[in-house]
């Protein structure tokens, strides 16, 4: 699933690919993926126009146009890729852009969970205010109000997009692993000196991730062993559990999480 880390890569990507140029044609090959809007209506209110430099916030990309804004969220399989006209389509492009004779922007995405919306100001904040402030620059003190209070168990807490937008299941096993915090511990009994160190963590974890462009499968991250058929934590050797937390597939160290 696209978490923080590859929806900051397809933000790099939307940005090179759409640089300056007029959306020249917009083919819609699955309005499946298109929400409050036809086809025709993403075409009007987009060909002939620019794209200011895309945004991101939490796994939301934002495209502006000086007029109507562009939406995108990628769900589980969603994904931006910028090809020449002759690269062979693929059958999961849903919206293919036309941005030069040279650049073609695909939205790609197998299941089709979200995809695209074309809002204005008020639509904008609609869609966007719901959300906690992005991971990927939370300041310290935001992260401690933001846990402060949840009742929730620590990984549903930060899973929750209200309270800190971008995070997923991969990132934050990492996160609480490397924190050495359990995902079940409860979030408001957090003491300053791990909430501190969860920021670091957090911090720390999201600046790797987005270099590499997604949650990295390293030997020496927890990421890189959750799925081996004999997991092993990459710190101190022990086996590594697996659970469910939140409804989601959970792996962390009893010894390094206690």
């Not at 693929?90 to 695209?116: A, C, E, I, N, W």
């Amino acid at each position: 699933m696209p978490e923080l880390p590859d929806v900051e890569a397809f933000r790099a990507t939307f940005a090179c690919c759409a640089r300056r140029r007029v959306v020249r044609h917009i083919e819609v090959r699955d309005a499946g993926v298109l929400h409050g809007l036809s086809a025709r209506q993403l075409r009007h209110a987009l060909e002939g126009r620019r794209f200011a430099a895309p945004e991101r916030h939490g796994k939301w990309l934002i495209a502006r146009t000086g007029g109507p804004t562009l939406l995108l969220h990628f769900g589980m399989t969603g994904r931006l890729v910028c090809t020449a006209p002759e690269e062979a389509d693929h059958p999961h492009d849903r919206v293919v852009f036309t941005m030069s004779r040279h650049h073609l922007l695909r939205y790609r995405d197998q299941r089709k969970l979200q995809g695209l919306w074309l809002v204005d100001a008020a639509g904008l904040d609609r869609v966007l205010g719901g959300l906690g402030p992005d991971a990927a620059t939370v300041p310290r003190g935001a992260l401690r109000a933001a846990l402060a209070g949840r009742r929730g168990r620590l990984k549903a807490v930060l899973l929750d997009q209200t309270v800190l937008a971008g995070l997923g299941n991969l990132l934050v096993d990492e996160i609480l692993w490397r924190t050495r915090l359990p995902p079940s511990r409860p979030a408001r009994d957090l003491t300053d000196e791990e909430g501190d160190r969860l920021h670091t963590e957090l911090r720390r974890t999201l600046r790797a991730a987005v270099r590499a462009g997604c949650v990295p499968p390293r030997d020496s991250w927890l990421t890189g062993r959750r799925d081996d058929p004999d997991p092993r934590c990459p710190r101190c050797g022990g086996p590594l559990r697996r659970g469910r937390v939140a409804g989601r597939g959970t792996v962390w160290c009893a010894r390094c999480q206690p």
